[in-house]
C-alpha cells in the first residue's frame, strides 16, 4: 500500500508565504506524477500544480509566478512553495503521487488527507 502526508498548511496574512511538503511511503517501486490539488469550500477540486519524475512541471493559471513546485525522488517528497499568496487561495491543499507498487502491475493514483491554507485579507 501507498500513504500519502502533507503537511506546512497554516494560517498566514495576504501577501505571505508557505511551504507545503508531501512525502509518499509505502511498497513503492516507482511514482511518475506527483503534484497538487486543493479544494475551496462549496467549490470542486482543482489543480494547482503537477510534476513528473523528469522535472516537468504543469500549473493551473491562477498560480502562475506566484507557486512553484519542486520534488526530491530520492525521498519520495514533493514541495510547494506559494509566495504572494492571496485569500483566494484559502483551500484544503491535497497531495497526490500516481505509483506503482510492489504488488501491482500498473499505476495507482493515490491521495493524502489534505492540509488547511487559509489566507487572511
Known amino acids: 500500500q501507498v500513504e500519502v502526508v502533507e503537511s506546512g498548511g497554516g494560517l498566514v496574512q495576504a501577501g505571505g508565504s508557505l511551504r507545503l511538503s508531501c512525502v509518499a511511503s509505502g511498497s513503492i517501486l516507482s511514482i511518475n506524477v506527483m503534484g497538487w490539488y486543493r479544494q475551496a469550500p462549496g467549490k470542486q477540486r482543482e489543480l494547482v500544480a503537477l510534476?513528473?519524475?523528469?522535472?516537468?512541471?504543469n500549473y493551473a493559471d491562477s498560480v502562475k509566478g506566484r507557486f512553484s513546485i519542486s520534488r526530491d525522488n530520492g525521498k519520495k517528497t514533493v514541495y510547494l512553495k506559494m509566495n504572494s499568496l492571496k485569500p483566494d487561495d484559502t483551500a484544503l491543499y491535497y497531495c497526490?503521487?500516481?505509483?506503482?507498487?510492489?504488488?501491482?502491475?500498473?499505476?495507482?493514483?493515490?491521495w493524502g488527507r489534505g492540509t488547511q491554507v487559509t489566507v487572511s485579507s
Open positions: 497526490t503521487a500516481r505509483a506503482i507498487t510492489t504488488t501491482q502491475d500498473s499505476f495507482g493514483t493515490y
Open positions: 510534476i513528473t519524475g523528469g522535472g516537468s512541471t
